[in-house]
Antibody
Framework: EVQVLQSGGGLVQPGGSLRLSCEAS????????MTWVRQAPGKGLEWVSI????????YYAESVKGRFAITRDNSKNTVFLYMNSLRGEDTAVYYC???????????????WGQGTLVTVSS | DIVMTQSPVTLSVSPGERGTLSCRAS??????LVWYQQKPGQAPRLLIY???TRATGVPARFSGSGSGTEFTLTISSLQSEDFAVYYC?????????FGGGTKVEIK
């Protein structure tokens, strides 16, 4: 059974930093990309970042580029999101998810973590 | 960026009725279109990928169609557990983008 378990989050002041963790199990972790998606209170979903299975390739949303960094430790089946220079607009529930890609090249996020709330406020 | 526009914002449907949700892309995404369902306080759940393929465990009353820029999610006979928010997402190009969501509520 695939499981995606998140930790981290909490209250941080503007300009501060935070690290989110996401530990996965039940699949061959190093062969799947992992992603972060966030949801501001009462708002829709916003894709944040993604990292390839080998950790070599990363992509970021423009809104977090240069402030956030995604990494992974395949020996621990864990992906991280390092968030720096946090702003009020980064306040959201952050979800970690596993990316699956079909043989035809269509991708989707098939297993999601429970979400973790990040609040940026003084 | 590819902009995803969903309509309507809110869909009021009686249980047992058919619900039709639309998603439009600002440029072609071919069939690289995904639908998710989200209930309050829960993570999104994968429903449809590749525009029309149901994910494992998704009931047959959910169906997806479309290609290019116009997509539809149809719920043939709404059950009580289907009242939720539905999001479309394109995976054709970076950055990946979601639609604003359609809330399906009980009429």
């Amino acid at each position: 059974e695939v499981q995606v378990l998140q930790s981290g989050g909490g209250l941080v002041q503007p300009g501060g930093s935070l690290r989110l963790s996401c530990e996965a199990s039940g699949f061959s972790f190093n062969t799947y990309a992992m992603t972060w998606v966030r949801q501001a209170p009462g708002k829709g979903l916003e894709w944040v970042s993604i990292i390839s299975g080998d950790g070599v390739t990363t992509y970021y949303a423009e809104s977090v580029k240069g402030r956030f960094a995604i990494t992974r430790d395949n020996s621990k089946n864990t992906v991280f999101l390092y968030m720096n220079s946090l702003r009020g607009e980064d306040t959201a529930v952050y979800y970690c998810a596993k990316k699956r890609e079909t043989e035809s090249g269509s991708s989707h996020f098939d297993h999601w973590g429970q979400g973790t709330l990040v609040t940026v406020s003084s | 960026d590819i902009v995803m526009t969903q309509s309507p914002v809110t869909l009021s449907v009686s249980p047992g009725e058919r619900g039709t949700l639309s998603c439009r892309a600002s440029q072609s995404v071919r069939t690289n279109l995904v639908w998710y369902q989200q209930k309050p306080g829960q993570a999104p759940r994968l429903l449809i990928y590749g525009a029309s393929t149901r994910a494992t465990g998704v009931p047959a009353r959910f169906s997806g169609s479309g290609s290019g820029t116009e997509f539809t999610l149809t719920i043939s006979s709404l059950q009580s557990e289907d009242f939720a928010v539905y999001y479309c997402q394109q995976c054709e190009d970076w950055p990946l983008t979601f639609g604003g969501g359609t809330k399906v509520e009980i009429k």
